[in-house]
T-cell receptor, first 114, second 114 residues
Framework: KNQVEQSPQSLIILEGKNCTLQCNYTVSPFSNLRWYKQDTGRGPVSLTIMTFSENTKSNGRYTATLDADTKQSSLHITASQLSDSASYICVVSDRGSTLGRLYFGRGTQLTVWP | EADIYQTPRYLVIGTGKKITLECSQTMGHDKMYWYQQDPGMELHLIHYSYGVNSTEKGDLSSESTVSRIRTEHFPLTLESARPSHTSQYLC?????????????FGEGSWLTVV
């Protein structure tokens, strides 16, 4: 069964600190992995997209890594800001269908305190 | 900035009422999607479309229906709302080609059935 597991479920850090969120998946055949940021009550916004051949992708203070061999990804947030408080969702796409089916994790709820 | 819009953002209706959630995008995307998301849970695909006059049911069984008469418009209808339909509904769109195509989400429609 294709699955996406994220950890931790929730995380509290102080403003200015760094943090790393984890994503493990079993989706096969793998196409790409995306990280989304979802503010409370809003729709998800894309942060990064990585295909099989990419190991790392940065978007400002966000850096995502991918190890397709171990089927693990991480999202590292540097120098956190209050506005980083949100749910971070890992999404994995397969290439076994025309749709490119998306498998969503439940997200890591990040809270940044001043 | 994503050009995908959902209305209404928030709605409270009585059991048995008919409701249509509107979704429009101005990016010319062929693929459009409807997801259902309960608080703290992952997104579940309920409907998708490859283009005009193309609609398919997703992974999650849903009593809703959709239509795709125009490329930019993908409304979702509940003929008879029930309290179990209380949830957040997210509309999304993407280009047809490429494994790295970004999926853009609307802001969501929060539906409460009383």
């Amino acid at each position: 069964k294709n699955q996406v597991e994220q950890s931790p479920q929730s995380l509290i850090i102080l403003e200015g600190k760094n943090c790393t969120l984890q994503c493990n998946y079993t989706v096969s055949p793998f196409s790409n992995l995306r990280w989304y940021k979802q503010d409370t009550g809003r729709g998800p916004v894309s942060l990064t997209i990585m295909t099989f051949s990419e190991n790392t992708k940065s978007n400002g203070r966000y850096t995502a890594t991918l190890d397709a061999d171990t089927k693990q990804s991480s999202l590292h947030i540097t120098a956190s800001q209050l506005s980083d408080s949100a749910s971070y969702i890992c999404v994995v796409s397969d290439r076994g269908s025309t749709l490119g089916r998306l498998y969503f994790g439940r997200g890591t709820q990040l809270t940044v305190w001043p | 900035e994503a050009d995908i819009y959902q209305t209404p953002r928030y709605l409270v209706i009585g059991t048995g009422k008919k409701i249509t959630l509107e979704c429009s995008q101005t990016m010319g995307h062929d693929k459009m999607y409807w997801y259902q998301q309960d608080p703290g849970m992952e997104l579940h695909l309920i409907h998708y479309s490859y283009g005009v006059n193309s609609t398919e049911k997703g992974d999650l069984s849903s009593e809703s229906t959709v239509s795709r008469i125009r490329t930019e418009h993908f409304p979702l209808t509940l003929e008879s709302a029930r309290p179990s339909h209380t949830s957040q509904y997210l509309c999304a769109s993407s280009e047809s080609r490429g494994a790295r195509n970004t999926i853009y989400f609307g802001e969501g429609s929060w539906l409460t059935v009383v």
